[in-house]
């Protein structure tokens, strides 16, 4: 039987704040359950991302940190170098 998009919301919710580091109390269970039923009777189409913004709007998870702090650069800056085929 294939699972309903509320279990499978709560399953992204609940592995996403493991992996994000947080422990997973009695208290914020409850909150992310909560947080879930609401944006099912507020019929969101995301129920996942609109879940973990109650949670934040709620004081339960922290605001994230601008895009530029999050993520590290991909690459090292690239370089131009001569192989000696010609000017370019």
């Known amino acids: ?8 919301a709560l ?3 609940l592995a996403w704040l493991r992996w994000a580091g947080w422990t ?5 269970q409850q909150a992310a ?4 039923a609401d944006s ?4 969101q189409a995301d129920l996942f991302g609109a ?16 895009a530029q702090l999050r993520c ?4 090292p800056a690239l370089q131009r170098g001569s192989i000696a085929y010609g000017d370019y």
């Open 72 to 75: 590290p650069p991909l690459a």
């Open 24 to 28: 997973l109390t009695p208290q914020l």
């Open 33 to 36: 359950l909560q947080a879930l």
């Open 11 to 13: 399953r992204r919710i």
């Open 1 to 8: 039987m294939r699972a309903t998009p509320s279990e499978q």
């Open 51 to 66: 879940s973990l913004q109650l949670l934040r709007q709620r004081g339960m998870l922290p605001e994230p940190p601008p």
């Open 40 to 43: 099912i009777a507020a019929q």
